[in-house]
């Protein structure tokens, strides 16, 4: 079993509707949770960082920990076409100087 | 946020010449980056670890004296891809975590470079 499981689409929804990217993840030390975004043929941007479980909105963009479950969710509301990228799962344990580990990504494209 | 910068952007090279890659933080000292591949269509692979003033520290099979890394300061980890080959033809990506005070820490990307060996 991989460390973080991504599904990796493709997902295809209509503008403005509210879109729900998960991860799950094996190793029960993770405490620090991003998502990034990243358009084709660019480098990933940090979208939410989440510490330990909770809820954190931003815009139209919030975040989901479920420690218990072992689960990471980011929500889309009131899709726009700009938003079509891949979507990155990350997760670390520690705050230290480790590298993050992926999820494989998923493809979204929002079609207007 | 924080700015991790990467350059070139783009590069094409001859087979058998070497192309360095930069990355470097913008407005924060980074002791550590950290070294990505990615393939089309694929996640973000790390190759390796770069430490300020010490050796970089390298994932299983990929090849210290083909991808050499230096971090010579604590803004400037440079990677560099010798006698390269079509097969190392990629989208290579730097990043950095911001070390805060608290709980916080966040990792920034470059902008990645995609290159390209004929």
Known sequence: QKEVEQDPGPLSVPEGAIVSLNCTYSNSAFQYFMWYRQYSRKGPELLMYTYSSGNKEDGRFTAQVDKSSKYISLFIRDSQPSDSATYLCAMSPTAGNTPLVFGKGTRLSVIA | ?118
């Open chain 2, 1 to 118: 946020g924080a700015v991790v910068s990467q350059h070139p952007s783009r590069v094409i090279c001859k087979s058998g010449t070497s192309v360095k890659i930069e990355c470097r933080s913008l407005d924060f000292q980074a002791t550590t980056m950290f070294w990505y591949r990615q393939f089309p269509k694929q996640s973000l692979m790390l190759m390796a670890t770069s430490n300020e003033g010490s050796k970089a520290t390298y994932e299983q099979g990929v090849e210290k004296d083909k991808f050499l890394i230096n971090h010579a300061s604590l803004t400037l980890s440079t990677l560099t891809v010798t006698s390269a080959h079509p097969e190392d033809s990629s989208f290579y990506i730097c990043s950095a975590r911001v070390i805060g005070q608290g709980v916080n820490t966040e990792a920034f990307f470059g902008q990645g470079t995609r290159l390209t060996v004929v």
